[in-house]
């Protein structure tokens, strides 16, 4: 109950604490982003410093506790120097699996040299695969503690030699040093320009560029001349669907949150890219973030709000950066905060950070997050749309949803829902990785085949490799067969296979790569990220790895292909959100279209040849 | 609410709008399984063992948090919900560690019996994230994180009921599980130890660290109330035997609604400790009433027949009144002891012994809220209920620690501030937990309440903040009043009492214009010279706004005691008898005289201090104590110790040999609370009936036989064939009573007045006229405390209670569990007047004032504001009232425990 003691803190880091406190504590929703910022004081969170803000701020003590122990990004200790290496499907299918096994096996014979590897979650460029995070502590001239690079099985060769020879400093053995912390999130250049509008300009995410090619003017066109059930009909009308995972219709979302009775109202922009094999808001957000906003704004006026939030990744540090700038840069230019465009609509727009938790990219998990606590999925319905943020009617968005607004509203609903195929409407960034040839983003029609955009626009099979399966969706969706190469991008086709289109992720599974291993790693990743709020996904998650196991045994096989299917049906009906709904689908589909692979295994052979161990025998 | 339709197994059916799909199950009888829910709690839909089918929904929805919509046809039991059902428990049951399934300290486990009923085997192979271990730093409450099964029924219960925040569900996935922040000790983590996560645990995981495990087959649960303070909770106490093995709280218990605190939890052992009483013990011959230092007072006495001490005490009685008369004889009663104990007490000690002069510990606590009180309002008691607490706009807390001394009406006033529904203004030297939840903390300096209070209704006025209509209507003497405080100018008063202007400006803005404000008020206000002053300020103040005769309104002294109320209530005071007709009314002495065929004294009697001061100068020759213990609780112990050496013959009827029972000539065992039946009144006025759960040990018998049995050899027989009868002579000669008959006390009990014998009570007084007519304002000016600070003594002293321990420590002193938590008296200290003395936590201090000097161990902390220390007056061996003064409140005699001047010094 007493203040606590903060003598034992320097003087300058009280000073940096006290500083931040002031600075956070009476804006809404930012505790998260307050404690990521005080944690940049020591590299971790110590008490002292938890107890002062619980003073200061009135928050339980244990709730600032649980927040450090739920997400990722947030330490109780410092944290050692280590070697990140992200260890999902795309970065597996490109080896990931042996440039770890390279590297723990040098570390494990030259522990002197003080590194530590450690899993992480998908960083969102995947494009780069396979994926690294190298410590670069002693180099002043970038703020970040960490660079993300790609790490090839070559370098990491390279890389376990020099560990071998005593060497910590594994970033100056890059042959081609990144500068900067902008990687990854590639886009490969369509003839289409709805969300992915203005990428191809250099320099976009300056003001003064976004303008000159008519950025804002959409946005002052509509504050002046269109009412906001205008704005609701015409996307209604054009066919948007979010972006982000579930596929909902854009233009009802809006309606329902305009017609939800309340004086105050929130939107927020999903921009938690987290999905496995998913980076394509990253070039938004890092090239274009005017475009974000002007279609924030866009959906504020639609909906009737002033108030706003972008939920940003936690690790995107360079679209923390342009973010920063671009809300400062639109504020003094009128197009935030008061009287927008001379118009009596106002909006004032937040940047907040997530602090690493998959389990964020559920919407109400998310708002939950926002307001200062781990992100537990809420209890559904009520919908945000009724209930949302701090109990009021929010609308949440996707930040490719928002960016394709400004577009539709440019050209019309027409020429945005001609642009599907196969009877979809418009258009849909597909995260293209693994195998092929020409990894990327690529804004194509929606209800595209698989085929088109793996053969026609990525290039596969890369190194010749037959395709094996291809994912689509992320780590929920599910591995599919090259017979169903043909099946239209689209989300009832792929619900239909037991998929889903999700984020748009779609990942390329050749020849070389293990589907058990692959369902394996997926399922982890899972039972890891499982938040906990309901029984079914936090006891049922981890099992599942070991009834995959069962797998691997003749005796025990038909058993534990029954009890996958039967928690994957629990799962799927009795889980609170879609992490557990889906956390078995990687098993599943592989159980419901390969199952020739599980044969192979469970008589003992890996047909990539890549599982380490033998089967079990008798 | 509107009836919707739907059906549920087929079966069509209507529920009311926002029924839940659980309860609508529930409510047919229709067995849905669950784990998290618990209907104290908000439903989380976290275990998921409650989903239902509904047709045309894809997925399964957890009962628990669905409501009923129009048209739904559910389905409770079909092979889906039947599946996913035992998967999940199957899914808890294979992570269960095996020597986890022993359930609560009864061998109860809402997990093993779904297991057992849906004949759940270990199906899966256990993850191996569970951890699994206990923590048994607490000494109360024990977490086995082993039993834990995450539907974190705890943690809410710790931030719905308890509002401490001291436990969270923390780590992610599969790891989650109960903790404290960053794993601390559970007391280090500001755990007020009142069980309520004990309660809510469907496992055992959060257990009771001092219970022994006893299977359900052998215990016995009886219902009865807790033993402690004024708030009367119900309390279901578990007995093996003769003895108690758990105590839970009652949800039906009007004042608890099933929460309790530390004491009332845990605080059980004291009635079975070897140390209780169990032969009538006399003085053996030739040994000085005040024992030498270090002796063991057990070898002053020897062991007697109930004959022969209680022989020995009528004769010598008898032989005082006749050589000094009856008014040298002093009684006191005892406040933890039934109505009917100090009913028959306060008739023995008229009839029998022929004296007024018969008082208890209420002259110490809250006389004179009674005095002023009734000067106002004409009723002494609280004029609302804590139960309205959740209507309240404004709650206005002055003098009173609330959350250490009634902690379950901390619980509801914090609830209140959390959910919003209430402002919270408190006053107090001290912060306090409430103070630190508060809008506006006034912090007088010790002494200066009138000024402050004062001031409030100065700014009330000069803002026009006031209820013209209801001071016309319901109050008089209001320009008095009004002409009075011209002095007290937020200005002045900030002079006074070092509370800002603008803090008492902002406090009279909350208060005054507030639908319904309600003030609650403890000894911070009452102990002092100007305590009936100070309360007669808090009764200006609801009569100037009109706050008071409605729900949710009102004055509210908190009483300390269980029965403090009771023991006035059935006359155990010196100027009235029960139901407060005064003694000198010629007509209800009459009345009286005529039942009890006796004369009665006349003259109003002597006063607790009152008695001991008479002692000292020799006119009183001989107390008879029931259940007292004023050689800890009574101001300036040196003087009581001195006076009580001077008496020719004492007598304590007890239940250990308390420092005062040591200095007595004889000493009756009687029996403790929980082995008698009859009624205690609590705070709010609501008589409850008690049961009995333990036989008397060894001969201790109950108090109001012990006296009947006395009354009888002095030639006043008293007999009762058992307590109720006794109640119902209680309901015949109190007006205020005549409808508390046993038969009538249900689980709500009756709150008083209960005019005729089938009249529901009254929760609310004052509603139309107040019980002497109209209100009355009392201008009261400011005076200064009895003695002040200065350069010898220059510290001002103030004393209290802390959670853990009650009154002298005679019960809670001998609980192993809660000496633990609180084991010494501690010095709080500013951290400035501590650096200045070169003091700190931990450091053994001397704390000296004019009267006399003890030793205790120094806490730093701005608790205690600067130039003021704080120090409890429980412990014996570093006791507080060694240290206070004895001066008197004019009007209702009570001791200024509440300001002195001391000095402190490092003892060591």
Redesign the interface.
């Known amino acids: 109950?007493?203040?606590p003691d903060l003598s034992a803190l320097s003087g300058e880091e009280k000073a940096r604490l006290l500083r931040l406190v002031e600075r956070w504590q009476n804006e809404p929703a930012a505790l998260l982003t307050m404690i990521l910022e005080i944690q940049e004081i020591w590299g971790y969170l110590p008490?002292r410093a938890?107890e002062y803000v619980a003073s200061a701020l009135?928050v339980?003590?244990?709730?600032?506790?649980?927040i450090r122990?739920?997400y990722d990004l947030l330490h109780g200790a410092p944290v050692p120097a280590r070697i990140g290496l992200c260890t999902n499907t795309p970065c597996a299918v490109r080896g990931g699996g042996r440039v770890a096994k390279l590297l723990s096996e040098a570390l494990a014979k030259h522990p002197d040299v003080g590194l530590h590897l450690e899993e992480l979650p998908c960083q969102g460029c995947c494009d780069l695969a396979p994926v690294a995070v190298l410590p670069v502590d002693r180099r002043p001239e970038t703020r970040d503690r960490s660079v993300t690079v790609r790490l090839t099985t070559r370098t990491a060769s390279r890389f376990a030699r020099a560990i071998e020879g005593g060497e910590s400093d594994l970033f100056s053995r890059l042959k081609s040093p990144v500068s900067g912390p902008s990687t990854g999130g590639r886009v490969r250049l369509t003839p289409t320009r709805v969300a992915y509008r203005n990428l191809h300009r250099p320099e976009a995410h300056r003001l003064d560029v976004f303008r000159a090619h008519g950025g804002y003017a959409t946005l002052e066109r509509v504050l002046r001349t269109s009412s906001p059930e205008d704005m609701i009909a015409a996307i209604t009308d054009s066919g948007l669907l979010g972006a982000g995972g579930a596929g909902f219709p854009t233009g009802r979302k809006w309606g329902a949150v305009r017609k939800a009775p309340g004086d105050q109202k929130f939107i927020v922009v999903n921009a938690d890219e987290g999905e496995p094999g998913t980076f394509k808001d990253r070039p938004i957000l890092e090239r274009d973030p005017h475009l974000l906003i002007e279609g924030a704004a866009i959906a504020a006026y639609a909906v009737g709000t002033t108030q706003g939030f972008i939920y940003l990744r936690g690790e995107y540090r360079l679209a923390r950066e342009r973010l920063d700038c671009a809300l400062a840069e639109a504020r003094g230019a009128g197009f935030l905060g008061g009287r927008i465009a001379g118009t009596p609509f106002s909006l004032e727009l937040h940047l907040r950070l997530g602090a690493g938790?998959y389990?964020a990219g559920d919407e109400t998990a998310m708002l939950e997050s926002l307001e200062g606590r781990?992100a537990l999925p809420r209890?559904k319905p009520p919908y945000p749309s009724d209930h949302g943020l701090f109990g009021r009617p929010t609308l949440v968005n996707n930040v490719e949803t928002l960016a394709a607004v400004p577009a539709i509203l440019e050209r019309g609903p027409a020429w945005y829902r001609g642009l599907g195929r196969n009877g979809s409407a418009g258009v849909k960034v597909y995260c293209l990785s693994g195998d092929v040839t020409r990894p990327g983003n690529y804004e194509l029609p929606r209800g595209l085949t698989a085929r088109e955009l793996i053969f026609t626009h990525g290039g596969s099979a890369r190194r010749k490799t037959p395709l094996k399966a291809f994912l689509v969706g992320g780590a929920s969706g599910g591995f599919l067969p090259p017979g169903e190469l043909d099946i239209p991008l689209e989300i009832a086709s792929l619900r239909a296979k037991g998929a889903d289109l999700g984020s748009g992720a779609v990942v390329v599974v050749g020849a070389q790569s293990c589907l058990l291993y692959l369902a394996r790693r997926e399922t982890r990743f899972f039972?890891?990220?499982?938040?906990?709020?309901?029984?079914?996904?936090?006891?049922?998650?981890?099992?599942l790895?070991?009834?995959l196991e069962?797998l691997l045994d003749v005796r025990t096989r038909a058993r534990a292909e029954a009890?996958i299917q039967?928690?994957g049906?629990?799962l799927?009906?009795?889980?609170?959100c879609g992490l557990g709904?889906v956390a078995a689908n990687p098993l599943l589909s592989v159980l419901r279209h390969f199952p020739d692979e599980i044969a192979a295994h469970t008589a003992g052979r890996c047909p990539a040849g890549v599982c380490g161990r033998g089967p079990r025998r008798a | 609410m509107p009836e919707i339709i739907f059906s549920m197994n087929g079966i069509p059916s209507t529920v009311s709008q926002g029924t839940t799909l659980l309860e609508a199950a529930r409510s047919r009888e229709i067995e849905v399984p669950t784990l998290c829910y618990d209907p104290r709690l908000t439903p989380s839909g976290k275990c998921r063992l409650c989903v239902v089918e509904v047709d045309g929904w894809g997925r399964l929805l957890p009962a628990c948090v669905t409501p009923v919509e129009a048209g739904m046809h559910v389905w409770t039991d079909s092979d889906r919900v039947q599946r996913s059902r035992r998967v999940i428990l199957e899914l808890h049951w294979s992570e269960y560690p095996e020597r986890a399934a022993t359930g609560d300290i009864l061998g109860r486990c809402e997990l093993t019996e779904h297991i057992a009923e849906y004949r759940i085997e270990k199906a899966w192979m256990p993850s191996g994230f569970r951890p699994n271990r206990i923590d048994d730093r607490h000494p109360l409450i024990g977490i086995d994180v082993g039993k834990c099964i995450g539907c974190g029924r705890c943690e809410q219960a710790c931030r719905e009921i308890a509002i401490c925040d001291v436990l969270a569900m923390v780590g992610r996935g599969a790891v989650a599980h109960v903790a404290t922040a960053f794993d601390r000790d559970m007391k280090q983590a500001g755990c007020v130890a009142c069980g309520a996560c004990v309660s809510v645990c469907p496992t055992g995981a959060l257990f009771d660290a001092a219970s022994l495990r006893v299977p359900e087959a052998e215990v016995k649960a009886t219902r009865t109330i807790c033993p402690y303070c004024g708030v009367g909770c119900a309390m279901n106490v578990y007995t093996q035997r003769d003895r108690i093995v758990w105590v839970t709280g009652s949800e039906d218990g009007p004042a608890n609604r099933g929460s309790l605190c530390v004491k009332g939890r845990y605080g059980f052992e004291y009635a079975t400790h070897p140390d209780r009483l169990t032969t009538p013990l006399i003085r053996r011959e030739g040994l000085l009433r005040v024992p030498p230092e270090g002796v063991d007072p057990r070898g002053l006495f020897r062991e007697a027949s109930w004959e022969e001490a209680l022989d020995l005490v009528a004769s010598r009685l008898r032989t005082l009144i006749a050589r000094y008369g009856s008014n040298a004889l002093g009684i006191l009663g005892s406040a933890k002891c039934t109505n009917e104990d100090n009913y028959v007490l306060q008739r023995f000690a008229r009839a029998a012994l022929g004296t007024n002069n018969i008082d208890h510990c209420a002259r110490l606590c809250h006389s004179s809220s009674v005095s002023a009180m009734e000067m106002a309002f004409g009723e002494g008691a609280m004029t609302n209920a804590p139960q309205e607490i959740p209507a309240a706009d404004v709650i206005f807390v002055l003098g009173h620690n609330t959350s250490e001394n009634h902690p379950v009406i901390a619980g509801a006033i914090k609830r209140a501030v959390r959910a919003g529904t209430a402002r919270l203004i408190v006053m107090d030297p001290r912060r306090t937990e409430l103070s630190l939840l508060a809008d506006v903390h006034l912090r007088p300096r010790g002494g200066t309440d009138v000024a402050v209070l004062n001031g409030l209704a100065h700014v009330i006025l000069e803002e026009g903040l006031h209820n013209e209509a209801f001071i016309v209507g319901r109050t008089e003497g209001f320009e008095a009043f009004k002409a009075s405080l011209a002095a007290y100018t937020p200005d002045r008063v900030e002079e006074l009492s070092g509370v800002p202007a603008a803090d008492l400006r902002r406090a009279a803005r909350l208060y005054a214009p507030a639908k319904s404000a309600m003030m609650f008020h403890g000894m911070g206000m009452t102990q002092h010279t100007t305590g009936t002053e100070n309360v007669l300020a808090i009764c200006n103040l609801a009569l100037l706004t009109g706050h008071i005769g409605r729900p949710a309104t009102g004055v509210n002294p908190l009483r300390g005691q269980n029965n403090v109320q009771g023991a006035s209530d059935v006359g155990v005071l010196p100027d009235v008898f029960s139901g407060y007709r005064t003694v000198s009314d010629d007509a209800v002495r009459a009345e009286l005289e005529q039942r009890w065929g006796r004369r009665l004294p006349q003259a109003p009697g002597l006063t607790v201090v009152e008695m001991v001061n008479a002692a000292s100068h020799g006119s009183l020759k001989g107390m008879y104590l029931m259940g007292e213990n004023p050689m800890v609780s009574d101001p300036d112990l040196n003087h009581v110790r001195e006076a009580l050496s001077r008496l020719e013959f004492m007598v304590s009827q007890e239940i250990f040999l308390t420092e005062t029972a040591a200095m007595a000539d004889v000493i009756l065992p009687a029996t403790s609370h929980f082995e008698k039946d009859g009624t205690t009144t609590n705070t709010e006025r609501r008589v409850q009936w008690q049961t009995p759960v333990l036989p008397p040990p060894g001969q201790a018998r109950r108090d109001w036989t012990i006296l009947c049995d006395l009354s009888t050899r002095l030639g006043y027989p008293l007999m009762f064939p058992e307590t109720a009868p006794i109640t119902r002579v209680i309901a015949e000669e109190t007006p205020i009573y005549r409808g508390i008959l046993p038969e009538r006390l249900g689980p709500a009990g009756i709150q008083w007045p209960s005019w005729t014998p089938d009249h529901p009570g009254t929760p609310l007084l004052h509603r139309t006229r107040f019980t002497r007519g109209l209100g009355k304002f009392h201008p009261v000016s400011f005076r200064q405390a009895a003695e002040l600070p200065d350069s010898e003594y220059p510290l001002l002293l103030n004393t209290g209670r802390v959670l853990e321990q009650w009154h002298t420590r005679s019960m809670t002193g001998r609980i192993p569990g809660v000496n633990l938590l609180a084991p010494e008296a501690l010095l709080e200290i500013h951290p400035g007047d501590a650096s200045a003395l070169g003091i700190e936590t931990g450091r053994r201090v001397a704390v000296s004032s004019r009267r006399g000097t003890v030793v205790a161990r120094a806490a730093v902390t701005e608790r205690t504001p600067p130039g003021s220390v704080f120090l409890s007056f429980h412990y014996a061996e570093a006791a507080a009232n060694v240290l206070t003064n004895a001066a008197l409140d004019p009007s209702s005699r009570i001791p200024e425990y509440k300001v002195c001047a001391v000095r402190v010094t490092p003892a060591d």
């Not at chain 1, 039972?527 to 099992?543: H, I, N, W, Y």
């Not at chain 1, 799927?572 to 609170?576: M, T």
């Open positions: 109950m007493t203040p008490e938890f009135k339980p003590l244990v709730d600032l506790f649980a122990e739920f938790s389990a781990p209890v039972a890891k990220e499982s938040c906990g709020a309901c029984d079914p996904c936090r006891l049922g998650t981890p099992v790895l070991g009834e069962g009890r039967e928690l049906a629990v799927a009906d009795s889980s609170r709904q």
